[in-house]
């Protein structure tokens, strides 16, 4: 618990240290990074799973590391035209969720497997946003252990010049 922690605080002051790098560029101010930063630390620490970075997850992804990743935006207007490679889809809502359907949740067990400690990652379009959130929570509240959230998304993904499918 103390080793999540440290990890999640470390996601934060990352996160800050992006944003606040991208602030400076965009006329962002250090009050705005913050609330930011905070909430995204909440949100992990509500979520219980655990936050890559887009390096680490390009080098898990060339080191071939057996694992799912699941792309969380609308399938028409995101994961059709762009997405990791490799990435399989489902669709999250924007705000977090409290509950979750029977079919939903059927589908999305169904989609995870049955190996609770699989290697799983989620990511959605960029880091303010929430798909990701709802679906390493809900996976964590399905009983999946070993759940991490990529938070830049595709937008930081192609920023990094790392590769894409265009399956469009």
Not at 45 to 71: F, H, P, T
Not at 140 to 148: A, E, F, P, Q, S
């Amino acid at each position: 618990m103390l080793g999540q922690k440290v990890i999640i605080s470390a996601a934060a002051v990352i996160l800050v240290l992006v944003v606040a790098g991208t602030g400076l560029a965009f006329g962002t101010k250090d009050l705005d990074n913050e609330k930011i930063a905070v909430n995204f630390y909440r949100e992990v620490e509500r979520g219980g799973y655990k936050v890559v970075a887009a390096n680490e997850l390009k080098s898990w992804i060339d080191q071939r590391k057996d694992m799912l990743i699941v792309d969380t935006m609308p399938y028409e207007d995101s994961y059709r035209k762009v997405h990791i490679p490799g990435a399989l889809n489902f669709v999250f809502p924007v705000p977090e969720m409290k509950t979750m359907d029977e079919k939903t949740k059927s589908d999305f067990l169904k989609l995870l497997g049955q190996s609770k400690g699989r290697l799983i990652v989620f990511y959605c379009g960029f880091t303010q946003c929430t798909r990701s959130h709802n679906a390493a929570m809900w996976a964590v509240k399905l009983g999946y252990k070993n759940v991490y959230r990529y938070p830049g998304g595709i937008k930081a993904w192609e920023e990094g010049d790392y590769p894409v499918e265009n399956p469009k």
